[in-house]
Antibody, heavy 123, light 111 residues
Framework: EVQLVESGGGLVQPGGSLRLSCAASGFTFSSYWMTWVRQAPGKGLEWVAN????????NYVDSVKGRFTISRDNAKNSLYLQMNSLRAEDTAVYYC????????????????WGQGTTVTVSS | QSVLTQPPSVSGAPGQRVTISCTGSSSNIGANYDVHWYQQLPGTAPKLLIYGNSNRPSGVPDRFSGSKSGTSASLAITGLQAEDEADYYCQSYDSSLSAVVFGGGTKLTVL
C-alpha cells in the first residue's frame, strides 16, 4: 500500500525550531518529487516547498525562504522539513505529498498525501 | 488573497449539477500551466480529484470532470451526492512567483 506518514509536529515557542519527518512506503521514493503543503486552522491549502528526486533542486514559498529547509534521504525513504525561527503564522497542519512531476509540464498534481502533523507556534 | 480565485461556497440539491470556477492570470493558468483539483472531506487530508486539467485518477467517479479555457478552469460535479460535501481546491503553477499555487478553496454544501 502506498503510504506517507508524517511526524514531528508539536507545540513550540515563537523563534523556536522543529523538524518534521515524512516516512514513505509502498513505492519507489527516489523516483518522485516530494512536497510539503500546510493548512492553517480554518484556512485553505498553502504550498510550502518541494524537492527533486535526487535533492538537487528545492523550491520554497517566499514566506518560509531562509527559515525552512526541505531535504530527503532516499536510503531511508524519508522526507524532512527543518523549520527555524518559527512564527505564530506558521501554525498549521503540515502535509507531505508525492509529486510525480514536480515543476515540469505536463504536470500530474500531488497524487498521494499523508494524514498531516500539527505544528502550533505559541508562547 | 490567493493567486487563484475560487468562490467561497456553492450548493446544490442531490442529483443536481454544480460547477466550481478557478480564475487565474497570464502567469499561471493563462500561461498554459496545468490545473489540478483536490477534494478535502471534513477532518481528512486532501485527495487528488482531477489532474492535468481534465484527467481523473483511478477510482474517481466520472461524475467529476474538469476543464480549462484561457485564464480559468472549472470543476463540474454531476449527480450530486451527500458524500460530495467537502472543500474543493484548484492548484497550478505561477511563473511570476516561481511557486506552486492553490485557490482559496470552495465549500460545497449538498442541500
Amino acid at each position: 500500500e502506498v503510504q506517507l506518514v508524517e511526524s514531528g509536529g508539536g507545540l513550540v515557542q515563537p523563534g523556536g525550531s522543529l523538524r518534521l519527518s515524512c516516512a514513505a512506503s509502498g513505492f519507489t521514493f527516489s523516483s518522485y518529487w516530494m512536497t510539503w503543503v500546510r493548512q492553517a486552522p480554518g484556512k485553505g491549502l498553502e504550498w510550502v516547498a518541494n524537492i527533486k528526486q535526487d535533492g538537487s533542486e528545492k523550491n520554497y514559498v517566499d514566506s518560509v525562504k531562509g527559515r525552512f529547509t526541505i531535504s530527503r534521504d532516499n536510503a531511508k525513504n524519508s522526507l524532512y522539513l527543518q523549520m527555524n525561527s518559527l512564527r505564530a503564522e506558521d501554525t498549521a497542519v503540515y502535509y507531505c505529498a508525492r509529486d510525480p512531476t514536480g515543476v515540469s509540464q505536463p504536470n500530474y498534481g500531488m497524487d498521494v498525501w499523508g494524514q498531516g502533523t500539527t505544528v502550533t507556534v505559541s508562547s | 488573497q490567493s493567486v487563484l480565485t475560487q468562490p467561497p461556497s456553492v450548493s446544490g440539491a442531490p442529483g443536481q449539477r454544480v460547477t466550481i470556477s478557478c480564475t487565474g492570470s497570464s502567469s499561471n493558468i493563462g500561461a498554459n500551466y496545468d490545473v489540478h483539483w483536490y477534494q478535502q472531506l471534513p477532518g481528512t487530508a486532501p485527495k487528488l480529484l482531477i489532474y492535468g486539467n481534465s484527467n481523473r485518477p483511478s477510482g474517481v467517479p466520472d461524475r467529476f470532470s474538469g476543464s480549462k479555457s484561457g485564464t480559468s478552469a472549472s470543476l463540474a460535479i454531476t449527480g450530486l451526492q451527500a458524500e460530495d460535501e467537502a472543500d474543493y481546491y484548484c492548484q497550478s503553477y505561477d511563473s511570476s512567483l516561481s511557486a506552486v499555487v492553490f485557490g482559496g478553496g470552495t465549500k460545497l454544501t449538498v442541500l
